[in-house]
């Protein structure tokens, strides 16, 4: 019998529960598969790809140093468990729960069954504070605190490993997505400890206050995201972290208090949106309020969305913001908030092909925070505010020199602070001026977004009236509301 450790979306060797419990048994073999039909769904980009292979490397280094390797196999998960079976009689596999899509979603349950039918032992450890199942969220808050305050896991002190061949060539395998011209941030778990170690003690001490706009954020948010997508980093040793840091800065006075406050709040965040996806991964395709239902599953503009998703709306913040996150892969949460809520109120376009689209330049994409997000900055969850942005405020309030806009729209370089968030209104003679025509240079404003606002806010209410969309956000409450924290 050996062990096999199925490394998942959990890539690092500390604070691994399913890696401690395959060691503390036998002889383990640390097992990653690329699986190349995961890499041809609509949700899957290169630079998540580029971002993988960082953490690939990473994991084999930290498990040599240990005395192991990382074997990787290219292909289908159940076939690679299959030869695996066949080659030694009997396995058994340890993994964490993956609260992924439906694609991913759909190979478990194969391989569960699978598992049943060939008697192979498959244990699955929780990664984080996501509960599975869960009825509803009375008690949530309490179960993640004591999820996070649990000792962290460390590797038993004698074990054993099993080697095993790894896919020829893998290094070099690709999967067949288009190769981008964006910044990805470095993979791995010594880039993720920096960046938590340099934002607890010294980039986050102004983090509520920087967190929203796009010109701060980009040092003062953690930045930590990608690694808890793919777990280069432990969350509940980011938690302690955090707690301890707290302590620390108690009673020391200056913004750091705060700034923890707020940041451990988001760690809460992460696993709240998770919660919802598992335990209703319908909201990948459908409504959370069925209410909302019909409400825009029509409404596809191609011309709007490809403005929309190049930059090219002619509302300068958005587009700079757009532009940055398709350089980039990142954007802070506020920003990421307006282009969802622009793209569903202004446009008035269904949430699918948008959420896709930000899936793929989002470096850390995490399912269930993007599609439980998505539909809560589209208005159909049912139980939140309807929350518009107007792109003109946010742009003043967040960019009010316009320097970001600059950056990312250089066709408005020239403009002046005074112009430069509503660019269409300058005079003809001082669009000449200031080197920008519009339409020309740059285009004229998509929509005219305070019509388009009213609008949305009109249909919008019109479908949260009826006495049964009342009673089904109560029920939607019950089941994945956040209550109060204590
Ligand atoms: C439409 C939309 C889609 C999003 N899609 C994703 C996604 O695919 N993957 C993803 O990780 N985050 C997503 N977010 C949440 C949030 O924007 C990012 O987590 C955050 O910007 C990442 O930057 P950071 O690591 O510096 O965050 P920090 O501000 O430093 O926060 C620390 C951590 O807390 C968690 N967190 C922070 N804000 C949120 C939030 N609003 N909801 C849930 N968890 C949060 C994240 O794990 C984050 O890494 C989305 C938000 C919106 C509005």
């Known amino acids: 019998m050996i062990e096999v450790v199925w490394f998942k979306r959990d890539l690092r060797t500390h604070d691994h529960a399913a890696l401690a419990g395959a060691l503390d048994r036998g002889p383990t073999l640390a097992l990653y598969i690329i699986e190349p039909e995961l890499w041809t769904q609509p949700d899957r980009s290169w630079r998540q790809w580029a971002f993988l292979k960082d953490c690939l490397k ?24 299959e030869s695996l079976r066949q080659r030694y009689g009997s396995l058994r596999i340890h993994a964490h729960e993956e609260t992924g899509t439906r694609w991913t979603d759909l190979r478990d349950i194969a391989l569960r069954r699978w598992c049943r039918e060939q008697q192979v032992p498959l244990i699955e450890h929780r990664q984080f504070g996501v509960f599975r199942p869960l009825k509803d969220r009375n008690g949530w808050a309490g179960h993640w605190k004591r999820q996070m305050m649990q000792p962290l896991v460390t590797l038993p002190e004698h074990f054993e490993w099993q080697q095993e061949q790894a896919t020829t060539g893998w290094e070099d395998w690709s999967p067949e997505l288009e ?10 778990t010594d880039h993720g400890r920096r960046l938590m170690r340099s934002f607890l003690e010294s980039r986050g001490e102004s983090y509520h206050r920087e967190l929203s706009s796009p010109e701060t954020a980009e040092d003062s948010c953690s930045r930590l995201s990608a690694h808890l997508s793919l777990g280069s980093l432990s969350l509940r040793e980011l938690a302690q972290r955090t707690w301890r840091a707290q302590q620390g800065a108690r009673g020391r006075g200056g913004t750091w208090p705060r700034a923890l406050k707020a940041f451990e709040g988001r760690l809460h965040w992460h696993c709240h949106f998770i919660q919802k996806f598992e335990s209703e991964p319908r909201i990948e395709f459908e409504n959370l309020a069925r209410s909302t239902d019909g409400l825009r599953e029509d409404e596809f503009d191609p011309d709007r969305f490809e403005a929309w998703r190049h930059g090219l709306t002619g509302y300068p913040f958005v587009d700079a913001c757009m532009r940055y996150l398709n350089a980039t892969g990142w954007l802070n949460f506020r920003m990421r908030a307006m282009l969802a809520a622009f793209s569903a109120y202004h446009l008035w376009q269904h949430w699918r092909q948008p959420a896709l689209h930000l899936a793929r330049c989002f470096t850390d994409y995490e399912a269930g925070i993007h599609f439980s997000q998505m539909q809560m ?9 309807v929350r518009i942005y107007n792109p003109v405020k ?55 977004h305070i019509a388009a606002a009213r609008t949305a806010r009109r249909r919008m209410a019109k479908v949260r009236a009826p006495e049964e969309a009342f009673r089904e956000s109560k029920d939607i409450f019950r089941r994945h509301g956040s209550r109060r924290r204590r």
């Open 58 to 81: 990473s994991l084999d280094a930290e498990l040599r140093e240990q005395g192991g390797e990382l074997c990787v196999r290219v292909g289908d998960a159940l076939e690679v468990f």
């Open 179 to 188: 190769q981008e011209d964006c910044a990805v941030q470095p993979g791995g």
């Open 377 to 385: 900055q589209s208005g159909t969850t049912g139980i939140n505010s």
């Open 394 to 448: 946010q742009s003043m309030e967040h960019d009010p020199n316009g320097d970001f806009i600059r950056r990312w729209v250089p066709e408005l370089e020239g403009v002046s602070a005074q112009w430069i968030h509503e660019p269409w209104r300058m005079p003809a003679s001082m669009q000449v001026a200031q080197g920008c025509r519009i339409p020309g240079n740059y285009p004229a404003p998509i929509v005219d």
